[in-house]
Structures are given as structure tokens and as C-alpha cells.
């Protein structure tokens, strides 16, 4: 019998889907046999016969590089035969090279590798048959989140699995470099980006073109991650728009009829990174991706990481969802083949789309009991975790009053009904082992053992240690944070103007969303509908009445309210050190390089003060999204400087954004307008 199981709790129909363990069938039968099997896909249906090197031909050859090689020859003063060999030379770096027999290989050695990784790879199997029949009909773009390396061919496993057109996959390019793994990885279908492309013309005119060409062609399915980079802290991350922008162009040329975009949500029990990850974000240098380091990695072989789920959303149509929002008029009123500076219009457009996406994605995650877990063990005071311990009846308890809050908001939830609740939780500690541990009754914080040390540990090295096993553990947290983020939002708002009016609600609202808009990724204009959400939840969990003009506080709902604020509370007091060191500092002028590191001493020094209580402050992310919230703000400006990035701060700006953050000026002074910045 296979092996499945419904995703708990999601509103409506669509939501309730069923997911099989694609690893069942794996475990019964020869990974030989799987890997060498008949492969028979059926690709886009308009897609005439096409080679890599016709691919290749067809994007050197094109008008628009042709143009962009003459113009740059011009500028430079070099030959035009020479602009256009470099230009090979891009090319040839950048390529693709798919190739049946290293997917049969790739199958192979993938399926040896999960077995081992993961009990489970569990697929909902309505999507991938609606993939499967989108792939035939337009241009299909998968867009997964992004969360781990293993996320970069899970994809393409299962679709060879299910014979299924296997994607051409945008990387970057650091994967290409690496001996012999580089080559397979290109040859099962990975494209290579470069990190820091930035004003480099005839970069951007090859990956562009390539790009494009494919999706006229319809040469096959391409993958890629709307976030940018891998999500270091495990939520979703503000998405990129260069490759969205590619990837939409030939429909907004009307080169072809329809793209289908795919968002795809891949969830993780536990992820192989989760330490790697939290120590960069505390300033630990990213290992270089290189074929001795995965090697080096074996161990992670011997480790257990519960289960993956690669939901597939439902396939949507980019014709449908443009409609009303840009007039193509304008690109075919130019030649197709210039290049052409996209309008505003097409800018808000593909801008609404990727946060759509990033949107989509998170409501397809599938939420574990230990994410839940996460959200309560955070909120206890640090030394309760670290030294008395939580009382495991305590944790339990709370756990299954939060299952029916993140129920009520709607989430989806990978909780097995066949087993005893006290179970389901015991195996969520047992699994994360490396962040948490449970001795007589009690759940306590693992901290990073040390090697044996001639001097005592410092005591910034040991918040340093905490440090790690938090950040960990918040990675986790952030799994589930989307599901709360609107009511979080809400229920801070109602804490820092102390109103019961919603037009004052609303103002504060918006200006919690400016402030984090970095950390909770809303789909911009919709904030008027994000507020709405926000209450409805609210009120359906009992903790507030809603009337026209006032939302007020229930008896009833003062435990929900407490969790919500306490979930908001870390990101408040990690951007109030920041806003407290630049309204402080004496300097107008500051470099990043400079600040994350000087915010992270100071942070460190309020810790061991007792003034902070959070360690996530220390966190480079926070830190960064918290200086990109004060651009936005206007608080904070980048100057162009070649060198490295330097910023003007307002000193006098950034004090009113802590002022309004603390609720020490009142919200009738907030001059929000909403959804103007979005």
C-alpha cells in the first residue's frame, strides 16, 4: 500500500490535497531500474525540434544581440566580431547541456541520497498530473521557493519520476566551478548565472536573450528561484525581478500566446543547513561551494531529516492574470528586436506577479509540529531554556493550543492523525536533536559543544553560543511565520496605539508593513485586503469583536494576543538597536561593511546588560533588511560610491521611526499613506 497522507487543516478544496511518499515505490524496487527505465515525457506541443547547439545558434544569431554587439563595439571602439565572440565566450560559460543519460545518472545517485536523507518525499499528486498537462499546452515556468541546496534537482527527480519534461534550471555560478559536479549539473540541465552581473552590458544581453529563447521555444520547462539566493533564515525572502522580467518579455511582446507560471512549495522537517546557516548569519564566512566540501560533508549521510514536501501549486496563466494591468500596445509599437527599458506599468506588473508568487508559495507550505514547537520554545525567557529547562507538559500543552490557532488561520499542517498527539511531539524533539534536548520532564537549548580550551570561554563567546542554537531554532519558527504574519501585525498595532479605532488601526497597520516589509512579504497594493484578513482572522480566533468603526478586545482572546505580539517582538527590538546606534552615532556617513558588525557589538553588549532580550539582533539578515526598511523609509540614503556601499542617515528621521515603533508618539502623527511606497 503507498504510503499517504492529507495535508490537515487548509481552507477550502484546493487545499485539501493528498500527498504521496515517492520514496515508498523507491524502497521496494532496484534504483537501477529507475534510473534506466523507458523515459517517455510529453513535451510542449508547440515546441519545434531543438538542440542545445540550436539553442545556442539561435540566441547568437538574433537581431537583438547582433544590435546590442554593434552598440557596444561603438562605445568601446572595439570590433564588432570581437564584442560577439566574447559574447561566445558568455555564452558557452552560461549553457546548459542537457542530456538524457546524466538525469538517468543524476536519478540514480539522487535516489541512493534520499533514501538515506529523508523518510519520506511526499508529493501532492493533483498538481504534478495538472503540470504535466500545462507542460504540453504553453511555456511552463516552475518557480520554486528556495530553502536548501537539495531544493536545486528534488524537482527534476520527480518529474523524471513521473515522465514529465525535466527543466532547465537557472544556477549560480560558483555550482559550475566545482570539479566533475559542475559538469553533471549542466548536463542535467543547469544554467549558470554570475553573482554580480551589475552594469555589464553584454552579460545582461546574453543571459537575457538565452532566457527569452527558451521561452519562445518552448524548449522546456525552466526552474527558477523568484527569492534570488537560498533563504538563510528559512521564510521567504523579497523576490528578485531581473529573471522575472526575462521570463515575462515575449509575452509582453506578444511573442507568444500564454506562459503558465508555476509556483512550487518545497517544506522541509529539518534542513541538512541549519547550522551552516546560522552561522553566517552571525558573520562565519560561507564555505565555498567546491566538489571537496560535499565530499567532506558524507557525514550528513548518517543524520535523520524527517520528511520533504514538494507541493505543486495550480498552474496560472500569465494572459489571465496581466489582464487590466498592462497594455502590450506599446512594446509592438517598437521592433521587437531593440532592446526596450521596461515601462512603469510593466515594472509594477512583474513586481505584483513575483510577490503573488512568493505569496502562493507560502500558502502551499506544509507546517511541522516542531515550527509550532519553535514559536513557543522562543518565547520562554533564555534562561529557562538554558539553564531550569521548560516543562515538557507545559510545551506540549501550549503546542496543541497553538494547532488550533494556526488551524484557524488557515495553515496546513503535517500532523498524523493515526498518531497520539504526545508522540507526534516527542519525535519533532528527537528529530532536532541538534538545537533542542529533553532530560526529566524538561526541554532545554543545546549549545554548541566546544573543543577542549586553554582559557575560559569569554562571555561574548558564549552569547555568541546561545546565539547559534537560537537562531536555529528561529529558522524554524519561520517556517510558520507567514501564517500569523497579518494577525501578528495587527495585534502589535492594537499594543502600540492602545485604540480600538480603525482608521488609526489601519495607519499603524501600514506603517508596521513599511517598517518590516523586508521580513513579512506582502503583494504590494493589497494592503486594504491584508487588513481585512488580519481582522477576520482575529475575530475568528476569538480575540477581538470587529464593528465598522471599532475592533475591540475580547476577554476571551488576551492568550492569542500575547502569542501574536511575542512573535512580532523580536523583529521590534532587533530594528530598535539599529535605529537607537544610527540616531545615536555621531557620524552622517556610514558603510555597511562597518555597521552590521559595530550593531552586532553593541547588541552583544545589551545582551549581557539584561537589556535585550532577543539574540536575533545579531543576525546579519535582520540587521541588513532592517537598513533596507530605512531606505525605503527615506530615513536612511545609499550614496553611489564604486567601492562599497555608504549610506546618509538622518539621524532625526531614523529617532521618529523608533519613537512610533515604541508608541511614545501617537498615531494621529503618523503620516502613512497606504500602499504609496508599495
Request: hydrophobic share 40%.
Amino acid at each position: 500500500m503507498t504510503h499517504t497522507h492529507r495535508a490537515s487543516g487548509r481552507a477550502g478544496p484546493e487545499h485539501d490535497e493528498e500527498f504521496v511518499d515517492i520514496l515508498e515505490e523507491r524502497r521496494r524496487s532496484s534504483d537501477l531500474g529507475h534510473a534506466l527505465r523507458t523515459f517517455n515525457p510529453h513535451p510542449y506541443r508547440g515546441a519545434p525540434p531543438c538542440s542545445t547547439a540550436d539553442l545556442n545558434k539561435a540566441v547568437l544569431e538574433s537581431q537583438y544581440l547582433r544590435y546590442v554587439a554593434k552598440e557596444i563595439a561603438m562605445e568601446t571602439g572595439s570590433s564588432e566580431e570581437d564584442v560577439r565572440e566574447e559574447a561566445r565566450g558568455i555564452l558557452e560559460e552560461m549553457s546548459q547541456n542537457l542530456q538524457l543519460r546524466f538525469i538517468r545518472l543524476m536519478g540514480y545517485t539522487l535516489t541512493k541520497v534520499f533514501k538515506r536523507l529523508f523518510t519520506g518525499i511526499f508529493v501532492n499528486m493533483e498538481g504534478l498530473g495538472t503540470l504535466q498537462q500545462a507542460i504540453q499546452e504553453a511555456p511552463v515556468i516552475l518557480m520554486p521557493n528556495h530553502r536548501s541546496y537539495v531544493d536545486f534537482l528534488v524537482i527534476s527527480y520527480i518529474l523524471f519520476t513521473y515522465d514529465i519534461p525535466v527543466p532547465v534550471i537557472a544556477a549560480g555560478i560558483p555550482l559550475a566551478g566545482m570539479k566533475m559536479v559542475g559538469e553533471i549539473l549542466r548536463r542535467s540541465g543547469a544554467f549558470f548565472i554570475r553573482r554580480a552581473i551589475g552594469s555589464d552590458k553584454l552579460y545582461w544581453a546574453v543571459l537575457s536573450e538565452y532566457v527569452k529563447t527558451i521561452v519562445r521555444k518552448g524548449y522546456a520547462p525552466m526552474e527558477f528561484y523568484v527569492e534570488g539566493l537560498r533563504s538563510r533564515t528559512l521564510k521567504s525572502v523579497t523576490p528578485k525581478l531581473g529573471m522575472m522580467h526575462m521570463v515575462l518579455e515575449p509575452y509582453f511582446k506578444s511573442e507568444v500566446f500564454d506562459i503558465t507560471l508555476v509556483p512550487v512549495s518545497i517544506s522541509y522537517d529539518r534542513v541538512l543547513e541549519e547550522s551552516l546557516l546560522a552561522h553566517e548569519l552571525l558573520g562565519v564566512p560561507k564555505p565555498k561551494e567546491s566538489t571537496a566540501g560535499l565530499l567532506k560533508a558524507g557525514k550528513v549521510l548518517q543524520e535523520d531529516y524527517g520528511t520533504m514536501h514538494v507541493n505543486f501549486g495550480r498552474p496560472l496563466s500569465v494572459r489571465q492574470l496581466c489582464q487590466g494591468k498592462i497594455n502590450r500596445c506599446q512594446y509592438n509599437s517598437a521592433p521587437r528586436d531593440l532592446p526596450q527599458k521596461p515601462t512603469e506599468e510593466a515594472q509594477a506588473c512583474v513586481s505584483w506577479l513575483a510577490h503573488l508568487m512568493v505569496r502562493i508559495q507560502d500558502e502551499g507550505s506544509v507546517i511541522s509540529p516542531w515550527s509550532l514547537m519553535a514559536c513557543l520554545l522562543l518565547q520562554a525567557p533564555m534562561a529557562v531554556l538554558t539553564e531550569e529547562g521548560l516543562p515538557w507538559e507545559r510545551l506540549a500543552e501550549r503546542t496543541l493550543w497553538l494547532r488550533r490557532l494556526a488551524l484557524d488561520c488557515g495553515a496546513g499542517l503535517n500532523w498524523p492523525g493515526q498518531t497520539p498527539d504526545s508522540d507526534v511531539m516527542s519525535s519533532a524533539v528527537a528529530l532536532h536533536r541538534s538545537v533542542v534536548y529533553r532530560r526529566a520532564g524538561r526541554v532545554y537549548l543545546l549549545q554548541q559543544e566546544e573543543p577542549a580550551r586553554k582559557r575560559p570561554i569569554s562571555p561574548e563567546e558564549a552569547v555568541m553560543r546561545i546565539a547559534t542554537a537560537v537562531l536555529m531554532l528561529a529558522s524554524y519558527r519561520n517556517q510558520s511565520l507567514h501564517v500569523f504574519a497579518r494577525p501578528a501585525l495587527l495585534a502589535t498595532a492594537l499594543h502600540i496605539t492602545k485604540s480600538t479605532q480603525r482608521d488609526e488601526l489601519f495607519a499603524c497597520f501600514c506603517f508596521l508593513q513599511d517598517v518590516f516589509s523586508y521580513e513579512f512579504i506582502l503583494v504590494p497594493g493589497e494592503l486594504s485586503q491584508d487588513f481585512e484578513e488580519a481582522c477576520v482572522l482575529l475575530e475568528k480566533c476569538g480575540a477581538v469583536h470587529i464593528s465598522q468603526q471599532e475592533v475591540t478586545l475580547s476577554d476571551m482572546g488576551l492568550e492569542a494576543l500575547s502569542f501574536l505580539r511575542a512573535l512580532i517582538q523580536p523583529f521590534i527590538d532587533s530594528y530598535q538597536v539599529m535605529f537607537r546606534y544610527l540616531s545615536e552615532e555621531g557620524d552622517p556617513v556610514l558603510t555597511e561593511k562597518q555597521l552590521v558588525p559595530a550593531v552586532r557589538n553593541r547588541a552583544t553588549k545589551l545582551i549581557l546588560s539584561g537589556e535585550l532580550r532577543t539574540y536575533e539582533a545579531l543576525s546579519s539578515d535582520t540587521l541588513k533588511n532592517a537598513l533596507s526598511a530605512l531606505q525605503r523609509l527615506e530615513a536612511v540614503t545609499k550614496l553611489r560610491t564604486p567601492e562599497q556601499n555608504e549610506y546618509k542617515v538622518n539621524s532625526a528621521a531614523v529617532g521618529r521611526i523608533g519613537d512610533i515603533l515604541s508608541g511614545t508618539i501617537p498615531p494621529q502623527m503618523l503620516q502613512t499613506t497606504p500602499d504609496a511606497r508599495l
